[in-house]
């Protein structure tokens, strides 16, 4: 171990964020991106933008809980984190570069439906985002200790991570976002694979304990079914209920598969697959309960699970509500502008949108770092997070009512951006410690079905709603009102004890 790691100086803290710094680095790219090259380069409608960005929550449901569990369990090259975030991170770098090509892929292959490509392009991005997403967060639990530690390698991960959102969004509106696409292909790649050689992580598992925890984990194996079906009878055998439904899972995919529309076949496939998961974690909990306890081994492992159930529902309820704010605002908003600031002259969506970001940003990449960590350590996580949700409620509510011009905007989004930080910081040092931290990779893995799965009712569900707006300043309207929802949910979630011991 590196003698910065051993002292958790500030430079160990800033190499422990740069792989979450790389993913979040595609992630702004692709939220700066994708929406305007669809729209301006190809016309694309609200429900064909909401179908390409549902791949996202397609990725997070199968890559952030398989690669979690996977990464609880294996030991490779030296880490349980390190291998993924090297091949998610060199599959996003590519996945970039293919973005401002869309239309040169599809002539090239002979597709004349620009849709598929763009999904196909879509889905891989998201996937080895995901792939290495789950990785990055987890390996800042795995090497910091609870309380104050943890909540600052999390907010020392969104002021490095937001700074270089900062960056990729400056760089959309001042040149462009095929410079910005161009340009971030050697950053992704080179925040993916150095640092991780520099931290050393902690090997918690024996071999006895993987095959327990193996067992309370039928997630991986009802994915691997859906994703090959015909293979549901196997895992009948395991879960006599569980198999009955993904037999229908495999039946339901090959129907999919058989049909032309692009609509049809990502509808159908998503709601088979938050069935499936659904249902997975509900079988785990049972098993847990019911079934196993007479193992003496499975009991003892079970009983060391520090997992605070109804304190992490209660949050994923409240950080779903986020979400769903935060991503129709994401997806959404160049038909704001096109509705409410174009037709009086403002006629630069591509620029409005990456200053919009940048300003966000800025705001939510120093925010955790200055304000957040020395508030919390003194009033506690929760409390400063449930008040920078309630102001990006207020902020989203009066765009929709006031905003005329951009500059009005822009004041708007640095409001909006206290939130932003909060939002991408402190909810994972919150749920870091309330779960068990030997399986820290499942937990963030469900965890962010807590996001995938507001993203699929953003791009499914409020796509048709926000058609059907008579005006579409009544979106941020809609973005108010969930983040309203989310910080009453706040409230139910109750500050950690290391966090209460510590001030």
């Given at each position: 171990m590196l003698d910065f790691q051993k002292k958790l100086t500030n430079g160990f803290y800033a190499v422990l964020s740069l792989p979450a710094t790389a993913m979040g680095f595609a992630l702004a790219i692709q939220i700066a991106?994708?929406?305007?090259?669809?729209?301006?380069?190809?016309?694309?409608?609200?429900?064909?933008?909401?179908?390409?960005?549902?791949?996202?929550?397609?990725?997070?449901?199968?890559?952030?809980?398989?690669?979690?569990?996977?990464?609880?369990?294996?030991?490779?090259w030296n880490g349980r984190r390190r291998v993924f975030i090297f091949f998610g991170g060199a599959l996003a770098a590519l996945m970039i570069l293919c973005l401002p090509n869309i239309g040169f892929i599809a002539s090239t292959f002979g597709i004349s439906n620009i849709l598929i490509i763009a999904v196909f392009i879509s889905l891989t991005l998201d996937m080895s985002i995901n792939v290495s997403f789950n990785p990055t967060r987890s390996l800042i639990a795995d090497v910091t200790p609870p309380g104050q530690p943890r909540t600052k390698g999390y907010t020392w991960m969104q002021f490095i991570s937001g700074f270089f959102g900062v960056v990729a969004y400056v760089v959309s509106a001042?040149?462009?976002?095929?410079?910005?696409?161009?340009?971030?292909?050697?950053?992704?790649?080179?925040f993916s694979i150095i640092p991780p050689l520099f931290i050393q992580e902690p090997r918690y598992l024996d071999t006895?304990?993987?095959?327990?925890?193996?067992?309370?984990?039928?997630?991986?194996?009802?994915?691997?079914?859906?994703?090959?079906?015909?293979?549901?009878?196997?895992y009948a055998r395991m879960w006599r209920k569980g198999g009955a439904l993904l037999a229908i899972t495999g039946l339901a995919y090959w129907i999919a598969i058989a049909q032309t529309n692009v609509l049809w076949i990502t509808l159908l496939f998503i709601i088979v697959a938050v069935?499936?998961?659904?249902y997975s974690i509900y079988d785990a909990f049972i098993t847990i309960r019911n079934k196993n306890l007479e193992d003496p081994e499975y009991a003892r492992v079970y009983h060391e699970d520090k997992t605070d159930w109804p304190q992490l529902f209660r949050l994923y309820f409240a950080h779903g509500f986020s979400w769903l704010g935060i991503q129709s605002?994401?997806?959404?908003?160049?038909?704001?502008?096109?509705?409410?600031?174009?037709?009086?002259?403002?006629?630069?969506?591509?620029?409005?949108?990456?200053?919009?970001?940048?300003?966000?940003?800025?705001?939510?990449?120093?925010?955790?770092?200055?304000?957040?960590?020395?508030?919390?350590k003194r009033f506690g996580r929760v409390a400063i997070h449930t008040v920078a949700i309630g102001t990006m409620a207020v902020a989203y509510i009066l765009m929709g009512l006031i905003v005329r011009n951009p500059y009005q905007l822009y004041v708007l989004m640095a409001i909006a951006g206290i939130g932003w930080g909060a939002v991408v910081s402190l909810p994972f040092a919150i749920m870091s410690e309330k779960v068990d931290p030997k399986r820290m990779g499942f937990f963030m893995g469900v965890f962010n079905l807590s996001v995938v799965i507001p993203h699929l009712v953003v791009s499914f569900v409020f796509s048709w709603i926000i058609e059907w707006f008579p005006t579409k300043d009544l979106l941020f309207i809609l973005c108010g009102l969930m983040l309203a929802i989310s910080t009453v949910g706040w409230l139910f979630v109750k500050e950690s004890s290391a966090v209460l011991n510590s001030k």
């Open positions: 991106a994708l929406s305007w090259i669809l729209r301006t380069e190809f016309g694309f409608e609200i429900y064909e933008i909401g179908i390409v960005w549902a791949t996202g929550p397609i990725a997070g449901i199968f890559g952030q809980v398989i690669i979690g569990v996977i990464s609880d369990n294996v030991w490779v001042t040149l462009g976002n095929y410079v910005l696409l161009y340009s971030s292909v050697a950053i992704v790649l080179a006895a304990e993987k095959k327990i925890r193996a067992k309370r984990d039928p997630l991986l194996a009802s994915t691997v079914s859906l994703l090959i079906p015909g293979f549901g009878h196997l069935a499936t998961h659904v605002m994401f997806v959404y908003i160049i038909f704001f502008l096109e509705d409410q600031l174009v037709p009086l002259g403002f006629l630069n969506t591509g620029r409005m949108i990456g200053v919009s970001f940048a300003i966000l940003n800025t705001v939510g990449f120093l925010l955790p770092v200055l304000l957040f960590e020395p508030l919390a």
